[in-house]
């Protein structure tokens, strides 16, 4: 049975990168014709490396030079798969890459991405971010018209799918309108052929997606800091439902779908993005700043020192100090050269190496009560051990606060959490919850103050996660039945 991280992790990053194709031939010397012909794969490289927070255990990147396209993939980080000499076989002027946590099924090095193939005679390379909750029905179908899978992945799902769309349309971009039609959860894709790139948005906005324009040509992220990494301006995100396609320079949009409520994922500003990234108009940065203010207003403590759990946790604990006017300090140290693919999947493993990854400084918490801001409680699987490590270090009161809301109920669109029986807040009352975390007190921002630490946002937001309100059907617990089959239960 697979044990789970602590917090929920985001099931992957990608990018796209096109450039000019007016670039000089000839008359240059071999350096600089070199760093022409890979200018692709390097931005895709560096773009990656900004985006290794969404996932870290395996990278990749697929190049088109015009002919064909080269694809390279592995378990790891992005430096553990590329490295110059990788880097400099893949010659193109279009490039296509993605970072992957490995989720609650596809854990299997075979699921990285790009998934390339060959069909009608023409290559497709894809990456792809999010969930689809209707996949099982989707590989059911494709199963029974011959079809045959070779990974767990939605992305190898949502390329069947286009692909038998392509047998009964005349380009690839209808085909991706057919089968965007079909799909139904949070997906932000990217589609690459020899000579094109196809950029697509879940109509809900589940996942975020950006373009933006540097001197080599356009990069389409999940995140605006994939575009700071190549020097790219933002340009804008790409809208709910919006299709955007690439090819000879041109970039045009088409509406795939009509836009539904906005959906994006309020965890994105919570805990998944990158603080110097902006979301649909929300810098996420203000928005930590702002929950740790809200919650300062909403769960007072009498305290010496306010200080946050690293990394998310230390913007709303500086915004919990500005507004209750009690000293910010820097209480944990987090070894930066461990990477989360060192801490195993085993909840023994993840506890026996938390001293490793995360120390406390003795002279600055010892003798004070303190509170501690991190931005969720999602399985609680070592945040007691945290709170033990404060303690040990001389603590002598630990006031947990968290700027996010309860997390109670499962989430089916990305992100690893799939049963209400792996959640903390929904196992334990609040009273179990103090004594079992042993804080000496406990505070959440408040449901009601969601919005308000979102306030540039220019979509909707999902918080099923919070409130149980999820804004499409959605395939709920799978339960077996006698015959050993799954029956699905539907949350309208």
Not at 251 to 262: D, F
Request: aromatic content about 6%; hydrophobic content about 40%; proline content about 4%.
């Amino acid at each position: 049975m697979r044990d789970y991280p602590e917090k929920p992790r985001d099931e992957c990053g990608v990018v796209g990168i096109i450039c000019n194709t007016d670039a000089a031939k000839g008359g240059l010397s071999a350096e600089e014709q070199a760093r022409i012909n890979t200018r692709a794969s390097v931005s895709a490289y560096h773009a990656l490396y900004a985006l290794q927070h969404r996932g870290q255990n395996s990278a990749g990147i697929a190049v088109s030079n015009g002919s064909v396209i080269r694809n390279v993939k592995g378990a790891g980080l992005a430096p553990d798969v590329f490295t110059m000499k990788t880097l400099s076989e893949l010659s193109g002027y279009m490039a296509i890459g993605h970072v992957r946590y490995a989720g609650h099924k596809t854990a299997a090095e075979i699921n990285a991405q790009p998934f390339l193939i060959e069909t009608m005679g023409e290559q497709i390379a894809l990456a792809f971010n999010g969930a689809l909750v209707n996949s099982e029905q989707l590989r059911r179908v494709i199963e029974h018209r011959g079809g045959i899978f070779q990974t767990a992945s939605d992305a190898e799902v949502i390329l069947n799918t286009i692909v038998y769309e392509r047998l009964h349309t005349r380009t690839l971009e209808d085909a991706v309108l057919r089968a965007a039609k079909q799909f139904q959860g949070a997906f932000s894709i990217l589609l690459m052929t020899k000579s094109k790139m196809i950029a697509l948005r879940d109509p809900f906005g589940f996942r975020p997606l950006c373009v933006g324009r540097n001197v080599d040509g356009l990069v389409i992220a999940s995140e605006s800091c994939a575009l700071d990494a190549v020097e790219a301006s933002f340009g804008r995100d790409i809208r709910p439902g919006e299709m955007v396609v690439v090819e000879a320079g041109r970039l045009s949009s088409y509406q795939a779908s009509i836009p539904e409520r906005g959906a994006l994922c309020a965890f994105e500003f919570i805990y998944m993005a990158r603080p110097d990234s902006v979301i649909d108009g929300q810098p996420v940065e203000t928005s930590r700043n702002l929950a740790g203010r809200y919650l300062a207003k909403s769960s007072p403590a009498d305290a010496d020192i306010v200080i946050g759990v690293p990394d998310s946790g230390m913007s709303a604990a500086l915004g919990y100090a500005q507004e209750s006017g009690i000293p910010y300090a820097i209480g944990f140290i987090k070894n930066r050269y461990i990477g989360r693919t060192f801490i195993q999947d085993t909840q023994g493993m993840r506890e026996s190496s938390l001293k490793i990854k995360l120390n406390v400084l003795k002279p600055v918490v010892d003798g004070k009560r303190v509170v501690m801001v991190d931005d969720s409680i999602v399985r609680g699987t070592t945040i007691h051990r945290v709170v033990r490590l404060l303690r040990e270090a001389g603590a002598t009161e630990v006031h947990m606060r968290v700027a996010s809301p309860k997390y109670e109920h499962p989430c089916y669109f990305g992100t690893d959490v799939l049963t209400r029986d792996q959640l903390m807040a929904t196992r334990y009352n609040a009273e179990e919850l103090v004594r079992r975390i042993d804080v000496d007190s406990l505070g959440f921002l408040r449901q009601e103050d969601l919005p308000n630490v979102m306030p540039d946002l220019k979509v909707g937001w999902c918080d099923a996660c919070f409130t149980g309100e999820y804004p499409i059907p959605i395939v709920a617990e799978k339960e077996r039945n006698k015959n050993g089959r799954q029956k699905d239960e539907r949350i309208v």
